[in-house]
Each structure stands twice: as structure tokens, then as C-alpha cells.
């Protein structure tokens, strides 16, 4: 395994080796990171623009066939799969006489070849792998019939070589390992493979040696020049280090190749010779160890990409010395800064996975920063919310367990029975459990890439600073209400809006027209929704935010819902109109209601929806979205949900001044679940109304002014009321100050002439879906960067109430615009 130049990267290594400075290669190679902080390496690296030019005409200028053929067009792909996969071998100083390499899809189809054959093994095998392995690595275990084992710390393994070949051994093994922890990029000793060889002298029941070399050739030379020292078996990706294909290779050492010997499928290519009938027999190729394992057509196109990838990378970067020396420059300057980040007193703002006993050494640490934030009282930040806040500030990170489950635990300190009782209490891989028995679940991950900039260090610490380090507590505290009676009506109901398919437009109720309320909430909000045609996933505009600009209109006098497409402001776009009577039987009623149940998802929960089958229906969303989908009906009187349980009170007291908007700090504040008034809902997230205020709208656009930096070229845009998607938006008629945030001491309102009650179940908790502009779909950092500033309540950011009506009955009154609203509080007698 090679090593950059030096031990550590000098100032002058920063693109030492580059063609041109890595700004100017940016700017040429790489136009999307022209608005996007991308550090998400470790994922994929970033293909240049000219990868792609020089492939595509190489596709245009020859003509390529299936290798496996006599034809000028195959025979020219066979060679050039010939030649590429030798300049493969070369790239990593792999001897073709001592090494073959398999094309594969990616390094996890590498490390089944290799499972599958010990598997296929007469006695079975053995295996060992480290805690620190990738998933795909872990899962080979299911294939030992010997037994496996996990060894958690590098001295179990020195110990366990230590005692090899001292006993005969009845089943060959296999002891797997990455080279660099894909998890916090520690790197491993290559001189394992080296002493667990020594180990044996013969070669029937040994032990193999199989690298995970995805994460470690991203950024760094694998060097396989001793042959003696290389692993048996090494499985890596591509695209890790060019971005572009998408295809992996297995590297075999060519003494270890009779593992496959015992492999019982075999597919297309990999044969000389079958027989189907009754005496089934076949002769396996004994040419060369990929042409065994190749099965089916190769990914032809692909390996010929790879040819491009190659010269590409060498004229930009020159090798992966340089690539290596760069990206360990940059990576010490950011695990600096942000070990150095600290809160107004004192406390650290990061907290930094790192190997035991690390140095700055490329041998030791690879450019990855695993880490998690902890605020100025020692509560840790969700690692959902950051990603959230980083992805509006387009900067690109990971977070979870990085698919590196044992890694991950064992950084995070939690135990296997504690990863049990977490996922019974429904934690799942890639969900919003942050925070479980006061600890995170998961870990937040930069990673670096060739074309990283000291640039993208700059906005990411900018990032940090701006939202995660805590300043001073304000000395001034404003008091909430002063001595105005809370008892006086002086609120009303401003708007009146129903969202009649889930996640798409608003349907704003008319001055004058009273409005039913159900027990679900408003009739007719979120009765319908989009469904995925192929995998029946609900739509949200957090992916599609062109949703915003699908604008229904309920008509009452008609009975249809009439559906537009596009921005207000254009005066083009279709309209669908579909009936709200299900039982209606007219000729075009039934052509577009014909419909099949469909299971779904949405928010967690699986329910039955009835989804529209007319292809009218369905070619009018999917054309407008650009994604195939259709649209669905909640069945009548067959609601399963209710208000979740997740809708949390904050009683904060009016005896306790605080800042207009601002939480209490402390565990008194903390907020307890509300398990009372939880009724029906259909497709609404959490509960079945959700109340903003004017005044805290306005309150909250004060702030985002405020909070544009003195050097930015404009002040930041206020947004409307609309993007938080309420039913109900109250204002005030006091001819005095407004009094913002209030809303967050209700504990119910009475509604109209009718008094209708609504119960306050709690505070909404706010994702970046409110940066959706709902007016021309377009996706925004505001309001979000603010509410995460001025909102945020342990580590949830809140605004906006979430109600539901009281009382019993299919129709429990009626609500308008313009209607008395009159609070109770959370310490009324």
C-alpha cells in the first residue's frame, strides 16, 4: 500500500503535481460545484467534464459489439477490454504475471465472487473480519458454515496471526479487513496479509486474505509491487476514484485463483463447453482466472469509459501521489479548525472520531472527519438537522452509520443489546432517530476528493460557525406579554387554506364562504396524494418541489376538484377535473375513477390508498413532475391514522420573562408528549390542522433582514406565510404592538360564532420543506437558516401549532374568514 510524498504535506503541496491550480480546474472540469460545497468523496468523487467528452467520442468514433463474437466490432471490444484491464493492473503496480482482475459491478459484487466461491467450498470456511469493516464485508459471515468472528481491536488480530499454522487446520479461512475505514478513514496495516501468509506452508486449508480498498484508493496509491505483501483477494470501485463508471474490479493474486476452482455456477463466456441433457456436464475456461469468473456479457461500454477515466485523472492531477499529498493538505487543515471550534465558554463544538493513537500521517489517517456537534450545554446536535441546514447552504455531507454498523458502534460507545432495544423501538437504517437515550445514533462525515479546494474548508467552517457555535446569552430579557389582558378576543382567523392533495398547492377558502371542520380537520384537505408508480412511495415536495405548482381548487357548487399545473403567472397549463362525489356514474366520472388498491407510505405509516388508474389521470401529473406517478384517494371512512405521539407540548410559562420567540433553557423546558385529543387524520404528517400567527411570521422576517451579513450584495427576500402550508393563520387587531410567538402558550381556541373548540396538541417541528417558494416552486435557504437560529428547542426546530378539533360527530361545525379567535393558555385555571 503506498504512501503520499512525505509523511506529512508541506504548504507547498496544496495541488503540488495539479496540471493547473485546483480553481482553474474547477472552473473547467467541474461547472456543477460552481454553487455546491460537495464533501461527500468517500461516497463517489466527482467526474471531470472532459471524462465525458473524451468518452463520448470515443463512442461516436468507433463501433463497439459484444466481446463474445468473431465480428470486427466485437473483436475491437474484446481487445480494448484486453488492453484496459492490463493498464487497470499497471495503475495499481500489479504485475499481470503475478495478479489477474476481474470487472465487476462494484467492490461489494467483488467481495460476493470471493464469498460465494469459499462457500462452494466441500468442508466450508471460516472467517474473520474487523469491527471496522464496510456492511458488504460483515455479511460474508452468513456464508461460513465454520463460524465467524468479529475481532474488535487490532491486538486480537496480531494475537490471532500470531497463533496461525500452529495446529492443522480441517477448512481454508478468510480474514477480511479495509484498508481505510470508510466510517473515520483510519487505515489498517497492509503487513497483515504479508504475516498471515507466513503462517502456512501449504495451501490446501489456509487462511486468505481479502482488502476492502474502496475507501483507501479514493484518494491515495495502492501500490501491489511486492507481490509477496499484496493481499489475495483486493475488491474496489471506480468511481471512488474517477467518479466515472460506475464499475468495480476484484484483483487476485494468481497463486490464489484455485479458490475458485471450487465455484459451481458458471454463466455465459466463462465455459468451454456444456452439455443440457440428461448427463449434464461442462468443461470450465482454464485460460486465465477472470475469464472464469466474468460471467454473462461484461459491461463492455463501461470498461471502455475507464479507459478515458485513466488518461483523464493523469493529465489533471499527474498521479495519486499528488492526489494523496492534496487531499491529507487540506484534511489537517480541517481537522484542525475544527477541533479549535469553540462555544462562548469554552466547550467544543465538534466532536472528532478519530484512530487511537492517530498522528497526521498519511499512513495513519485518511482525509475523512467523522464527527458530531454538541451545543454550549453538552446536549448533542441531531445529525438529520445538520444535514438538513447543510443541504439548504447547498453543502453536501453524509450522516448515519455510514455503512460501517460495527465502526460506527463502537465509536459511539453503544452495545449490541443497545442496538437491539433501538431498533424495537423503531429505529431503522437512513431514519430521523438522532438522538436515542440521550446519545446520537449515528455520525456526521466530510470526506475529501481530488478536487477539493481550501474553498470548500472555508464554507463548511462558515457553516459551523454560523449555526452550531453558541454565542453569549443575551443580557436583555424582554418580557413576552407585559399587562395586556390574555383573556381579551383580539385575535382572528386571517386566511382559511385546505391542501386537498397532500404536499401539492393551496386552496385558499373565499372570503365569506364558512367552511366545514371534520373530526380529520378541514373537508377535503389532504384527501388525496401522488403515489410513485413503481415503488406506490407517497410524493412530497421535499424531493419534487415543483409540487408547490400543482394547484387544486375545490368546487362545491360543481362537485369536482379542478387541478392546474404551473406558475400562477403563466397563463398556459392543462387542467384535470375530478369529481368529488365517489360514487358519481357520469361517462367521464367513470373513465377517470376507475381505480385498485394500492399500499403506500406516509410519514412511517403504511396505508391503503385507492389510486386512480386512468391513464389520463396519470399522464397529466407525470408529465408536468417529469416523474411517473399517478393520483390516489384516501378511502372513505377508513382512517387507521391519528395524531402522532411525536406532537410535543412546551409549557413555558408567562412567569418566566423570556425574548419574544425564544425558548426556556434547561431541563425544565424540556417538552413532554401530549397523549390526549389524538383524533383521526387522513394524509396530514402529524395532526389534523396546523395554526401560524401573522405577528410571528412578521416577528421571524424581521429576523432574516437582520441576520443578512453587512457584506452581502442584497438583503435576503421576507417569505410569506404560505411556505409553512397552514390552515389556519391568525392575526391580531390591537392597535398596539404585535405579540409574535404567542401562539406558543395556547393551550386551546375557540373559534366563531359557534365557539368551536380546537385543542393544541403542540409545536410543529419544522424541516427544510418550508424553503420551498410556493409560488414558483423553487427551492430557497429561508426560513429555515433562521428558525434554526431563533426556533430551536432541544434540537427541534419549531413553528407554528399543530390543532385538532374537539367534540364528536362527522360534521362538528363550521369556520371563516374573518372569525373571533379566542385562546386559553397553557396556565389558565
Same mark, same amino acid.
Given at each position: 500500500m503506498? #504512501?503520499?510524498?512525505?509523511?506529512?504535506?508541506? @504548504?507547498?503541496?496544496y495541488?503540488?503535481? $495539479?496540471?493547473?491550480?485546483i480553481?482553474?480546474?474547477?472552473?473547467?472540469?467541474y @461547472?456543477?460545484l460552481k454553487?455546491?460545497t460537495y464533501?461527500?468523496?468517500a461516497?463517489t468523487?466527482l467526474?471531470?467534464k472532459?471524462?465525458?467528452?473524451s468518452?463520448?467520442?470515443?463512442?461516436?468514433g468507433?463501433?463497439?459489439?459484444n466481446?463474445?463474437?468473431?465480428s470486427?466490432s466485437?473483436?475491437?471490444?474484446a481487445?480494448?477490454v484486453?488492453?484496459i484491464?492490463?493498464?487497470?493492473?499497471?495503475f495499481?503496480?500489479?504485475d499481470?504475471?503475478e495478479?489477474?482482475l !476481474?470487472?465487476?459491478?462494484?467492490?461489494t459484487a467483488?467481495?460476493k465472487?470471493? =464469498?460465494?466461491?469459499?462457500r462452494?467450498? @466441500?468442508?466450508?470456511?471460516?472467517?474473520?473480519?474487523?469491527?471496522?469493516?464496510?456492511?458488504?464485508?460483515?455479511?460474508a459471515?452468513?456464508?461460513?458454515e +465454520?463460524?465467524?468472528r468479529?475481532?474488535?481491536?487490532?491486538e486480537d488480530?496480531?494475537a490471532?496471526?500470531?497463533e496461525?499454522?500452529?495446529?492443522g487446520?480441517?477448512?481454508?479461512?478468510?480474514?477480511a479487513?479495509?484498508a481505510q475505514?470508510?466510517?473515520?478513514?483510519?487505515?489498517?496495516?497492509?503487513?497483515?496479509?504479508?504475516?498471515?501468509?507466513?503462517?502456512?506452508?501449504?495451501?490446501d486449508?489456509?487462511?486468505?486474505?481479502?482488502?476492502?480498498?474502496a475507501?483507501?484508493?479514493?484518494?491515495?496509491?495502492?501500490?501491489?509491487?511486492? =507481490?509477496?505483501?499484496?493481499?489475495d483477494?483486493?475488491?474496489?470501485s471506480?468511481?471512488?476514484?474517477?467518479?466515472f463508471?460506475?464499475?468495480g474490479?476484484?484483483?487476485v493474486?494468481?497463486?490464489?485463483?484455485g479458490v475458485f476452482e471450487?465455484?459451481?455456477?458458471?454463466?455465459?463466456? #466463462?465455459v468451454d463447453?456444456v452439455?443440457?441433457?440428461v448427463?449434464p456436464?461442462h468443461?470450465?475456461?482454464?485460460?486465465?482466472?477472470?475469464?472464469?469468473l466474468?460471467?454473462?456479457t461484461l459491461?463492455?461500454?463501461s470498461? !471502455?469509459?475507464?479507459d478515458?477515466?485513466?488518461?483523464t485523472h493523469r493529465?489533471?492531477?499527474?498521479?495519486?501521489h499528488n492526489?494523496a499529498?492534496?487531499?491529507?493538505?487540506?484534511?489537517?487543515?480541517?481537522?484542525?479548525?475544527?477541533?479549535a471550534l469553540?462555544?462562548?465558554?469554552?466547550?467544543?463544538v465538534?466532536h472528532l472520531?478519530t484512530?487511537?493513537?492517530?498522528?497526521?500521517q498519511?499512513h495513519?489517517? *485518511?482525509?475523512i472527519?467523522?464527527?458530531?456537534i454538541r451545543?454550549?450545554?453538552?446536549?448533542?446536535?441531531?445529525?438529520s /438537522?445538520?444535514e438538513?441546514?447543510?443541504?439548504?447552504k447547498n453543502i453536501?455531507?453524509?450522516?448515519?452509520?455510514?455503512?460501517?454498523p460495527?465502526?460506527?458502534?463502537?465509536?459511539l460507545?453503544?452495545?449490541?443489546t443497545d442496538?437491539r432495544?433501538?431498533?424495537?423501538?423503531?429505529?431503522?437504517?437512513g431514519?430521523?432517530?438522532?438522538?436515542?437515550?440521550?446519545?446520537?445514533?449515528?455520525?456526521?462525515?466530510?470526506?475529501?476528493?481530488?478536487?477539493?479546494?481550501? *474553498?470548500?474548508?472555508d464554507?463548511?467552517?462558515?457553516?459551523?460557525?454560523?449555526?452550531y457555535v453558541?454565542?453569549?446569552? /443575551?443580557?436583555?430579557?424582554v418580557?413576552?406579554?407585559?399587562?395586556?389582558s390574555?383573556q381579551?378576543?383580539?385575535?382572528?382567523? /386571517?386566511?382559511?387554506?385546505?391542501?386537498? !392533495?397532500?404536499?401539492c398547492g393551496a386552496?385558499?377558502?373565499?372570503d365569506?364562504?364558512?367552511w366545514?371542520v371534520?373530526?380529520?380537520g378541514?373537508a377535503?384537505?389532504?384527501?388525496?396524494c401522488?403515489?410513485h408508480?413503481?415503488t406506490? +412511495?407517497t410524493?412530497?415536495q421535499?424531493? $419534487?418541489p415543483?409540487?408547490?405548482? !400543482?394547484?387544486?381548487t375545490?368546487?362545491l357548487?360543481?362537485?369536482?376538484?379542478?387541478i392546474?399545473?404551473?406558475?400562477t403567472h403563466?397563463?398556459?397549463?392543462?387542467?384535470l377535473?375530478?369529481?368529488l362525489?365517489?360514487?358519481?356514474?357520469n361517462?367521464i366520472?367513470?373513465?377517470l375513477?376507475?381505480n385498485s388498491s394500492?399500499p403506500?407510505?406516509?410519514?412511517g405509516?403504511k396505508?391503503?390508498?385507492q389510486a386512480?388508474?386512468?391513464t389520463?389521470?396519470?399522464?397529466f401529473? #407525470?408529465?408536468?413532475?417529469?416523474?411517473?406517478?399517478?393520483?390516489?384517494r384516501?378511502p372513505?371512512?377508513?382512517s387507521?391514522?391519528s395524531c402522532?405521539?411525536?406532537i410535543r407540548?412546551?409549557?413555558?410559562?408567562?412567569?418566566?420573562?423570556?425574548m419574544p420567540?425564544?425558548?426556556?433553557?434547561?431541563?425544565?423546558?424540556s417538552?413532554?408528549p401530549?397523549?390526549?385529543?389524538?383524533g383521526?387524520?387522513l394524509?396530514?404528517?402529524?395532526s389534523p390542522?396546523l395554526?401560524?400567527?401573522r405577528?410571528?411570521?412578521?416577528?421571524?422576517?424581521?429576523s432574516?433582514k437582520s441576520?443578512t451579513p453587512s457584506?452581502s450584495?442584497?438583503?435576503?427576500?421576507?417569505v410569506?406565510?404560505d411556505?409553512?402550508?397552514?390552515?389556519?393563520?391568525?392575526a391580531?387587531?390591537?392597535?398596539t404592538?404585535?405579540?409574535?410567538?404567542?401562539?406558543?402558550?395556547w393551550e386551546s381556541?375557540?373559534v366563531?360564532?359557534?365557539?368551536?373548540?380546537?385543542?393544541?396538541?403542540g409545536?410543529c417541528e419544522r424541516c427544510?420543506?418550508v424553503?420551498?417558494d410556493q409560488y414558483?416552486?423553487q427551492?430557497?435557504?429561508e426560513?429555515?437558516?433562521?428558525?434554526?437560529?431563533?426556533?430551536?428547542?432541544?434540537?427541534?426546530?419549531?413553528?407554528?401549532?399543530?390543532?385538532?378539533?374537539a367534540? /364528536?360527530?362527522?360534521?362538528?361545525g363550521?369556520v371563516?374568514v374573518g372569525?373571533?379567535?379566542?385562546?386559553?393558555?397553557?396556565?389558565?385555571?
Amino acid at each position: 500500500m503506498g #504512501t503520499s510524498k512525505g509523511s506529512v504535506a508541506p @504548504p507547498m503541496a496544496y495541488c503540488s503535481g $495539479y496540471s493547473d491550480d485546483i480553481d482553474v480546474i474547477r472552473e473547467g472540469e467541474y @461547472p456543477l460545484l460552481k454553487d455546491t460545497t460537495y464533501l461527500d468523496h468517500a461516497g463517489t468523487t466527482l467526474y471531470a467534464k472532459s471524462l465525458i467528452d473524451s468518452f463520448s467520442r470515443d463512442l461516436t468514433g468507433n463501433l463497439y459489439g459484444n466481446p463474445h463474437s468473431m465480428s470486427a466490432s466485437s473483436q475491437l471490444s474484446a481487445q480494448r477490454v484486453d488492453d484496459i484491464r492490463l493498464r487497470a493492473l499497471r495503475f495499481f503496480n500489479a504485475d499481470p504475471n503475478e495478479f489477474d482482475l !476481474i470487472f465487476v459491478a462494484n467492490a461489494t459484487a467483488g467481495i460476493k465472487l470471493v =464469498a460465494d466461491a469459499f462457500r462452494d467450498s @466441500p468442508r466450508g470456511f471460516w472467517y474473520g473480519y474487523h469491527v471496522d469493516a464496510h456492511t458488504s464485508l460483515v455479511g460474508a459471515r452468513e456464508l461460513a458454515e +465454520a463460524g465467524s468472528r468479529c475481532f474488535v481491536h487490532d491486538e486480537d488480530v496480531e494475537a490471532w496471526i500470531s497463533e496461525l499454522g500452529s495446529a492443522g487446520r480441517e477448512f481454508p479461512g478468510l480474514f477480511a479487513y479495509p484498508a481505510q475505514s470508510n466510517m473515520n478513514g483510519r487505515r489498517f496495516p497492509m503487513r497483515w496479509c504479508k504475516q498471515i501468509r507466513r503462517r502456512y506452508a501449504d495451501t490446501d486449508n489456509r487462511v486468505y486474505t481479502l482488502l476492502d480498498a474502496a475507501s483507501f484508493v479514493s484518494t491515495s496509491p495502492l501500490d501491489f509491487s511486492d =507481490a509477496t505483501s499484496a493481499p489475495d483477494f483486493t475488491v474496489l470501485s471506480f468511481y471512488k476514484i474517477f467518479g466515472f463508471p460506475d464499475l468495480g474490479a476484484l484483483i487476485v493474486r494468481k497463486d490464489a485463483g484455485g479458490v475458485f476452482e471450487n465455484r459451481k455456477y458458471f454463466g455465459g463466456g #466463462t465455459v468451454d463447453m456444456v452439455l443440457t441433457d440428461v448427463n449434464p456436464w461442462h468443461a470450465k475456461k482454464q485460460t486465465s482466472i477472470h475469464e472464469r469468473l466474468e460471467d454473462g456479457t461484461l459491461p463492455f461500454h463501461s470498461i !471502455i469509459a475507464l479507459d478515458s477515466a485513466f488518461e483523464t485523472h493523469r493529465r489533471l492531477y499527474g498521479s495519486m501521489h499528488n492526489v494523496a499529498s492534496h487531499t491529507q493538505f487540506l484534511a489537517k487543515q480541517l481537522r484542525h479548525r475544527m477541533a479549535a471550534l469553540r462555544h462562548y465558554n469554552g466547550a467544543k463544538v465538534c466532536h472528532l472520531y478519530t484512530a487511537p493513537n492517530s498522528t497526521e500521517q498519511t499512513h495513519s489517517q *485518511g482525509p475523512i472527519a467523522s464527527f458530531n456537534i454538541r451545543n454550549s450545554r453538552g446536549m448533542w446536535v441531531g445529525k438529520s /438537522e445538520v444535514e438538513r441546514l447543510a443541504s439548504i447552504k447547498n453543502i453536501q455531507i453524509r450522516s448515519g452509520t455510514l455503512c460501517n454498523p460495527g465502526g460506527t458502534a463502537a465509536n459511539l460507545g453503544w452495545t449490541g443489546t443497545d442496538m437491539r432495544r433501538h431498533f424495537s423501538a423503531g429505529m431503522r437504517c437512513g431514519d430521523a432517530n438522532d438522538i436515542m437515550d440521550e446519545w446520537p445514533t449515528g455520525i456526521l462525515r466530510v470526506s475529501l476528493g481530488a478536487m477539493s479546494s481550501k *474553498g470548500d474548508i472555508d464554507k463548511f467552517m462558515a457553516f459551523l460557525a454560523e449555526f452550531y457555535v453558541d454565542n453569549p446569552p /443575551e443580557s436583555l430579557l424582554v418580557p413576552l406579554m407585559g399587562d395586556v389582558s390574555l383573556q381579551q378576543p383580539s385575535f382572528y382567523v /386571517e386566511s382559511l387554506s385546505v391542501y386537498p !392533495i397532500k404536499s401539492c398547492g393551496a386552496f385558499r377558502i373565499p372570503d365569506g364562504q364558512r367552511w366545514e371542520v371534520r373530526r380529520e380537520g378541514l373537508a377535503w384537505d389532504r384527501e388525496w396524494c401522488l403515489i410513485h408508480q413503481g415503488t406506490g +412511495a407517497t410524493l412530497s415536495q421535499k424531493r $419534487y418541489p415543483r409540487m408547490a405548482l !400543482i394547484r387544486p381548487t375545490v368546487d362545491l357548487e360543481r362537485e369536482i376538484l379542478r387541478i392546474a399545473c404551473g406558475d400562477t403567472h403563466s397563463p398556459e397549463g392543462k387542467a384535470l377535473e375530478i369529481p368529488l362525489n365517489r360514487m358519481s356514474t357520469n361517462s367521464i366520472t367513470t373513465s377517470l375513477c376507475q381505480n385498485s388498491s394500492k399500499p403506500s407510505t406516509v410519514c412511517g405509516d403504511k396505508v391503503i390508498l385507492q389510486a386512480y388508474t386512468s391513464t389520463t389521470v396519470s399522464n397529466f401529473f #407525470t408529465s408536468f413532475l417529469e416523474v411517473p406517478c399517478t393520483l390516489a384517494r384516501f378511502p372513505p371512512r377508513s382512517s387507521t391514522r391519528s395524531c402522532t405521539t411525536k406532537i410535543r407540548t412546551q409549557n413555558h410559562g408567562l412567569q418566566n420573562p423570556i425574548m419574544p420567540g425564544s425558548f426556556p433553557q434547561g431541563p425544565s423546558s424540556s417538552p413532554t408528549p401530549t397523549r390526549q385529543n389524538l383524533g383521526p387524520i387522513l394524509l396530514a404528517n402529524e395532526s389534523p390542522l396546523l395554526l401560524v400567527s401573522r405577528s410571528s411570521v412578521n416577528r421571524l422576517n424581521e429576523s432574516i433582514k437582520s441576520n443578512t451579513p453587512s457584506n452581502s450584495p442584497s438583503s435576503k427576500k421576507a417569505v410569506a406565510a404560505d411556505v409553512f402550508r397552514a390552515n389556519v393563520v391568525v392575526a391580531e387587531n390591537l392597535p398596539t404592538a404585535e405579540r409574535p410567538y404567542i401562539e406558543d402558550t395556547w393551550e386551546s381556541l375557540d373559534v366563531g360564532p359557534e365557539k368551536l373548540r380546537f385543542n393544541v396538541l403542540g409545536s410543529c417541528e419544522r424541516c427544510q420543506m418550508v424553503c420551498v417558494d410556493q409560488y414558483s416552486g423553487q427551492r430557497g435557504e429561508e426560513p429555515y437558516a433562521t428558525l434554526a437560529k431563533t426556533r430551536k428547542l432541544d434540537r427541534r426546530i419549531l413553528f407554528g401549532r399543530h390543532i385538532s378539533p374537539a367534540g /364528536e360527530g362527522e360534521c362538528l361545525g363550521t369556520v371563516m374568514v374573518g372569525d373571533v379567535v379566542t385562546p386559553s393558555y397553557d396556565n389558565d385555571s
